[in-house]
């Protein structure tokens, strides 16, 4: 008997006949002689509903009884899926993040897990029960309620599974595994029957919305099999997978991830001295912020530039802090965008091949799209530029690289 | 410095603007000097949108489940009032049933408080913070979520008052008082100053809707001051206080309840042995379903009818449960009625005081209306007649005893 953990995101659970569904979907995989671990967001619309009332009580609501409201969401759900398991006649058990005991640290909104006490759930499953777990809460040292951010409930599956040790964690969701690149964008776009978790993660951290970046972090970290696919319709999805040997038969590039939601920051002109980095970020990091690319330019008369960009939310916290920071660093000036994207073509292939940098560049030229920020890894080669440029780039990309074609 | 427990019910945080009001009234308190303790319910509407998810779901959803949904309204509430006196610039706590441990029994959408741990609570009053409590829920001793059900916000405040020893335990509603019976079918109805404890739990548990009838057998039990007023006007409201000695002075009757949700079953012809009352409410009381008025009248051939009155909720329930049931003691016929109506006169002045029946028999009889049932306690004569009496019994009672003009 092999435990699966599946996760249903907030579509898949849109509405009670959607939870219905879901619900035999779940009696389905335990008929088929499965243990059975769900893990559900909450009905979409939910949370924003409940952000907006938030923002109407204030616009920056207190992030600790913000966690308190949007909790809420998902523990609707776990309740209604437990009800039609019922109705038809299995056994359900519903928890609550608090309830499992998914301790994770204090931060609110944006908390990691830290531990999780499965042995509640391990009696359930002996019992022949499914278990129903509220994703994206948790709790912390305190008792206090915790969120784990937007898309958490893929991370609370993934540390389930992890916990579990269970054969699989199956995400399922609107779309029916992961492309070469949004199909939104380029309807060209090709279905992937595997990616290894490190294209993944580059994937996920780019913007590619199929998974949470965290969640494919963990999933990498304690070896838990990942698998996309679709709540609507039958397939085998897409398998996230180790690394595989035979690099050989690797495409160079596996997809082209985006992320609209960036903006960036530069100090012009600040002193070039040994910990001005860390001067710089210090202050972001401590306000829990996350910063993405980050770019120091080689300075001549003692001063550099630098340059670093965070998620557009945070665009204007960050860069007001920069404009007080940046007078006490001796910046000469301080400047912002929020209207630019990032692009990254990723690829374990590109360990072993050279040129593609070129082949991206030269692409992009032909088009006359200017290449705002350049920043590499391994497996992947992301650039900045100009918003209005995005699909325009996409496309181009993902034909000079020939995805659509592959497989 | 003084600790008051303020309890505010769903039409009080109806909305966004409700909330806001009652974050400025529970400030306005604290800065008086006030040591505050504030329990809410879910927004009023909330918890029937919750209920009607669920009865998509399935007609008899899981009671473990349906505490799990339920307890979500009150959690929104929490969050939002905290929100709310944030912005004003003072500090607030809130805390769910299961997080300020809340423990009840397992009795789930019935539960029964058995414990409260006021530490995090009072650690947070000492810091000068408010602390908001989601009413109607808590928590049993196995971590489940369970709901005290409707009304049971009351009874959460009143337990918290209990515990942490407040001076008072102010219910906040949208009336603003208790009243000689209810305005809205005798416009003549008076408020009262203050009323007994006794007299009020004859009140509540005879179906008047300002208190529930737990939280004023808690409040007398535990020497409670309870006061109702109105979340909406500037008002003394009335307060519930212990028996006064001078019974002198005590109106003859303080009240006229009545409760439109009864329903009776009688058990015709079944055999006047000992332990027959057992046999036929011992299975209903273990269904956690509670009776009300319970009548035997002596047989005369060895046999017996056995009459009691339940809530209409639970009617079909019990009226299947007696129909089974009478066959195995051998009672001639079941029989039920849920188009009755209960009305009890109310007050502690009864006591000292006869002629009180033959004046409500004598008034009834003079406009036609036939009793059904009889039941008295030492301040309270309850009569069952036709629900389409009810209106003018009320008012015939209302009028016969003088209850407009006092003071």
Not at 207 to 211: A, E, Y
Not at 243 to 253: A, H, I, N, R, Y
């Given at each position: 008997m092999t435990l699966l953990v599946q996760k249903f995101g907030g579509t898949s659970v849109g509405s009670v006949e959607r939870i219905e569904q879901v619900a035999n979907r779940v009696i389905e995989s335990q008929r088929a002689g499965h243990q059975i671990v769900v893990v559900v967001s909450a009905m979409s619309g939910e949370t924003n509903r409940l952000l907006a009332l938030a923002k109407q009580v204030d616009?920056?609501?207190?992030p600790r009884e913000l966690d308190v409201l949007l909790s809420t969401g998902e523990q609707v759900t776990i309740a209604l899926l437990c009800m039609a398991i019922h109705k038809r006649g299995f056994e359900a058990r519903s928890y609550t993040g608090s309830q499992v005991q998914i301790v994770t640290d204090d931060?609110?909104?944006k908390a990691r897990i830290?531990?999780?006490?499965v042995e509640r759930i391990r009696t359930d499953l002996n019992h022949n029960r499914i278990v129903v777990v509220a994703g994206f809460q948790g709790v912390d040292g305190n008792g206090n309620i915790t969120t784990l951010g937007r898309g958490g409930s893929d991370t609370t599956a993934v540390a389930l599974a992890a916990a579990l040790q269970a054969a699989e964690c199956q995400i399922y969701t609107d779309v029916d595994g992961v492309y070469t690149t949004d199909p939104r964008v380029e309807p060209h776009a090709r279905r992937l029957s595997h990616i290894t978790f490190e294209e993944m993660l580059e994937m996920a951290s780019q913007?590619?919305?199929?998974?949470q970046f965290r969640a494919v972090e963990f999933a990498g970290k304690y070896d838990v099999n990942l698998r996309v696919l679709s709540s609507f319709e039958e397939g085998p999805g897409t398998l996230i997978t180790y690394?595989?040997?035979?690099?050989?038969?690797?495409?160079?590039?596996s997809g082209i991830a985006f992320n609209r939601d960036e903006a960036k920051i530069t100090l012009v002109?600040?002193?070039?001295?040994?910990?001005m980095a860390y001067k710089v970020l210090g202050p972001v990091g401590e306000s829990n912020i996350e910063v993405d690319m980050i770019i120091q330019n080689v300075g001549e008369d003692g001063t550099t530039d630098f340059t670093f960009t965070v998620h557009r939310n945070d665009f204007k916290r960050v860069l007001e802090m920069m404009q007080t920071l940046g007078k006490e660093l001796g910046a000469q000036q301080v400047t912002g965008d929020d209207s630019i994207v990032k692009i990254a073509l990723v690829g374990v292939g590109m360990r072993s091949h050279a040129g593609i940098a070129s082949t991206m560049f030269e692409a992009l030229a032909r088009e006359g799209i200017n290449i705002r920020m350049i920043s590499t890894s391994e497996i992947k080669i992301a650039i900045v530029i100009d918003e209005k440029y995005l699909e325009l780039a996409v496309r181009t990309l993902h034909a000079a690289f020939g995805l659509e074609q592959q497989d």
């Open positions: 616009d920056e609501p207190t931060a609110h909104t830290q531990n999780i006490d913007g590619s919305k199929v998974l690394d595989e040997e035979d690099s050989m038969e690797q495409p160079l590039v002109g600040i002193p070039d001295t040994p910990g």
